[in-house]
């Protein structure tokens, strides 16, 4: 239902663009977020973004990634920039949403990698 994609390898510095589209069962999306999972940690909370387009950060982010979100494309973007070698990890994105038939659903990505080299 989810399909993440941008992820790869960017020198320290750099940036990167996610995507993450909605499709098959979830009608319209709601709260969407961004976390991540660096080899031997927790998953941790990015970022997220409200249905009417409140954005929340973790600290270690704020001022260099962007959450963002279409929702005619039932798609939840994160732009990150002046990457870090701290932000390698695997990215998910989580989408709260609604089906066809007004049943809430939570869905997550499949996970997209993102490696940043020094």
């Known amino acids: 239902q989810l399909q993440a994609s941008g992820g790869g390898l960017v020198q320290a510095g750099g940036s990167l663009r996610l995507s993450c589209a909605a499709s098959g069962n979830i009608y319209r999306i709601n709260t969407c977020g961004w976390y991540r999972q660096a080899p031997g940690a927790q998953r941790e909370l990015v970022a997220d973004?409200?249905?009417?387009?409140?954005?929340n950060y973790a600290d270690s982010v704020k001022g260099r990634f962007t959450i963002s979100r279409d929702n005619g494309k039932k798609t939840v973007y994160l732009g990150m920039n002046s990457l870090t070698v701290e932000d390698t990890a695997v990215y998910f994105c989580n989408v709260g949403g609604i089906t066809p038939y007004t049943k809430p659903v939570d869905a997550w990505g499949q996970g997209t990698l993102v490696t940043v080299s020094s």
């Open positions: 973004i409200s249905s009417s387009g409140r954005t």
